[in-house]
């Protein structure tokens, strides 16, 4: 049981370019999220996802597109990456059962850079 | 709207000290409590919740108790070990598709 899982962990972007970061989860939830985390303003919510086939804006959608075509998969893309995306992405994901929302697991964070 | 708000870092301690880190909230309506670490290279793991007013949450040793009355939800531990040394994250959530809404933060360095 592997938990969440994020591909790649570090990356290095020049402005303008393009990238999609992978969120991976076997514990068969519903939810999905990505966050990222810049210091000093904790973790701020981009997309999220309710379920396969289903994506919703957060607090900083702009500049993000994401997409979830499997359950177990979240994908986060940059069409046209900028230096303000320098960040550490976080993904997570969460079961929902019976009304009520369970803790959300996170993966280990993608550190990326844009020059 | 909803936010979080903790007391600012670094906090530097030595072993054994008491550590408190104050967490205050903004919410409309009863929101979930939670309190999350982070450890150096790491992501986020729940430490511990509270999801009504007065429920004390506690895990290794930390406690905090969610405080309506005075929109509060403060982390503390009764003798700290360098073990602890993280980031802490105060956060709530609200039910509208689960989110958290984090605090900025508080960087813990315990020394020996």
């Known amino acids: 049981n592997a938990g969440v899982t994020q591909t790649p962990k570090f990356r290095v972007l020049k402005t303008g370019q393009s990238m999609t970061l992978l969120c991976a989860q076997d514990?068969?939830?519903?939810?999905m999220y990505w966050y990222r985390q810049d210091p000093g303003m904790g973790l701020r919510l981009i997309h999220y996802?309710?379920?396969?086939?289903?994506?919703a804006k957060g607090e900083v959608p702009d500049g993000y597109n994401v997409s979830r075509l499997k359950k177990q998969n979240f994908l986060l893309g940059l069409e046209s990456a900028a230096p303000s995306q320098t960040s550490v992405y976080f993904c997570?994901?969460?079961?929902?059962?019976?009304?009520?929302?369970?803790?959300?697991?996170f993966g280990p964070g993608t550190r990326l850079t844009v020059t | 709207g909803n936010s979080v708000t903790q007391m600012e870092g670094p906090v530097t301690l030595s072993e054994e000290a008491f550590l408190t880190i104050n967490c205050t909230y903004t919410?409309?309506?009863?929101?979930?409590l939670f309190w999350y670490v982070q450890y150096p290279g790491e992501g986020l793991q729940l430490l511990l919740k509270a999801t009504k007013a007065d429920d004390k949450g506690s895990n290794k040793g930390f406690e905090a108790t969610y405080r309506k009355e005075t929109t509060s939800f403060h982390l503390e531990k009764g003798s700290v070990q360098v073990s602890d040394s993280a980031v802490y994250f105060c956060a709530l959530r609200y039910n509208q598709g689960g989110k958290l809404i984090f605090g900025q933060g508080t960087e813990l360095s315990v020394k020996p």
């Open positions: 997570a994901s969460s079961r929902f059962d019976r009304g009520l929302y369970d803790e959300q697991y």
């Open positions: 514990m068969n939830h519903e939810y």
């Open positions: 919410a409309t309506g009863y929101p979930s």
């Open positions: 996802s309710v379920g396969e086939g289903t994506t």
